[in-house]
T-cell receptor
Framework: GQQVMQIPQYQHVQEGEDFTTYCNSSTTLSNIQWYKQRPGGHPVFLIQLVKSGEVKKQKRLTFQFGEAKKNSSLHITATQTTDVGTYFC???????????FGPGTSLSVIP | DGGITQSPKYLFRKEGQNVTLSCEQN?????MYWYRQDPGQGLRLIYYSQIVNDFQKGDIAEGYSVSREKKESFPLTVTSAQKNPTAFYLC?????????????FGEGSRLTVL
């Protein structure tokens, strides 16, 4: 079946350093979504990417969707302690399909 | 305030008992979902419903049951047949039933089997 993988599983950074998490799918995706879950909280939607090669920015966060629509990345510039949490990518084979979540990347920021 | 309400937040259960987790939404969303979260495994889909009185199995439906008698409610029953029920359960909804969009999550229910 369809699998969505993420690396790294854990990342510890010093405050102010950059952070990147990578998401890879075993199949071509229609859309990819990103969510953030703070410790003890629930996932919160960040963004959805639909087009091949698409790049979107939200302040210090940059999201990319690969040309082949099988991978994606989330890059955070100059991390802050408020960035702490687990970042999940979630892929859809078609727009009408169920959402398949990756295992997440847990980010720790050392002040 | 619009949102998704899950209850209870914490639940303890003895082996062999069924337990029902509540999920209510006032967002007027068509689609509702139940996910299970275990450490290091992301979110796995248990059941989902795109319309009232209809629902489909997700990837790990065995040992679980659901109902969708009302648009705003999607309760999940964890039965005694579920081999390893201790987990964090998340309910979610999305606006449209025929095109997957942003998922809105409740705050979750943490089930511990003693």
């Amino acid at each position: 079946g369809q699998q969505v993988m993420q690396i790294p599983q854990y990342q510890h950074v010093q405050e102010g350093e950059d952070f990147t998490t990578y998401c890879n799918s075993s199949t071509t995706l229609s859309n990819i979504q990103w969510y953030k879950q703070r410790p003890g909280g629930h996932p919160v939607f960040l963004i959805q990417l639909v087009k091949s090669g698409e790049v979107k920015k939200q302040k210090r966060l940059t999201f990319q969707f690969g040309e082949a629509k099988k991978n994606s990345s989330l890059h955070i510039t100059a991390t802050q302690t408020t960035d702490v949490g687990t970042y999940f990518c979630a892929g859809l084979k078609t727009s009408y399909d169920k959402v398949i979540f990756g295992p997440g990347t847990s980010l720790s920021v050392i002040p | 305030d619009g949102g998704i309400t899950q209850s209870p937040k914490y639940l303890f259960r003895k082996e062999g008992q069924n337990v029902t987790l509540s999920c209510e939404q006032n967002l007027n969303h068509d689609a509702m979902y139940w996910y299970r979260q275990d450490p290091g495994q992301g979110l796995r889909l248990i059941y989902y419903s795109q319309i009232v009185n209809d629902f489909q199995k997700g990837d790990i439906a065995e040992g679980y049951s659901v109902s969708r008698e009302k648009k705003e409610s999607f309760p999940l029953t964890v039965t005694s047949a579920q081999k390893n029920p201790t987990a964090f359960y998340l309910c979610a909804s999305s606006i449209v039933a025929d095109r997957t969009g942003e998922l809105f999550f409740g705050e979750g229910s943490r089930l511990t089997v003693l």
